[in-house]
């Protein structure tokens, strides 16, 4: 469960980031984000990772892309439904009712993730699956380190030295 909820945190940390790299490149700004382009990095990654096969990484990134496009699209619905419905503004009770909407969301991934088990089983073992979650979870922690790495200023802790 633990794991569970650190992965859809930072599912919501990577959509965070990618709508933050879309507003920038629609204010003109020099860096722009390729969903492309993270995607075949995010492919590359997994496949050594967890040491799928061609022709494994080619039956299975379809359902995975897939996949990742339905739960970004569940993190859309909740954060426009939470801004149109509660505003910027919050009061306690406000921050209940959102705090449960958006953990509604979380449970919907959930069970999307593992319907999606079914599907994935078509395409490799189980162990590879295993070895899928595992690739995810430390590609994400590779993105977050490449980002600060960078020297992104939006993404750098001021406090820490």
Request: glycine share 2%; no cysteine.
């Amino acid at each position: 469960m633990k794991k569970t909820i650190i992965f859809i945190f930072a599912l919501f940390a990577f959509s965070t980031t990618f709508f933050a790299q879309e507003q920038n490149r629609k204010e003109g700004n020099k860096k722009r984000f390729s969903l492309e382009e993270f995607q075949n990095h995010q492919r590359e990654f997994i496949t050594n990772h967890a040491r799928l096969t061609p022709e494994e990484a080619e039956s299975f990134f379809p359902i995975f892309f897939e996949l990742q496009k339905k739960k970004w699209l569940i993190n859309k619905e909740a954060r426009d439904k939470v801004d149109s419905k509660y505003g910027k503004e919050h009061s306690e009770e406000k921050s209940l009712l959102i705090v449960n909407e958006l953990a509604d969301a979380k449970i919907k991934i959930a069970e999307l993730e593992k319907e999606y088990i079914e599907k994935y089983l078509k395409a490799i073992p189980a162990k590879k699956i295993l070895g899928v979650q595992r690739a995810e979870d430390n590609f994400q922690k590779y993105m977050l380190k490449r980002m600060w790495d960078r020297g992104d200023k939006n993404h750098r802790n001021p406090h820490r030295k």
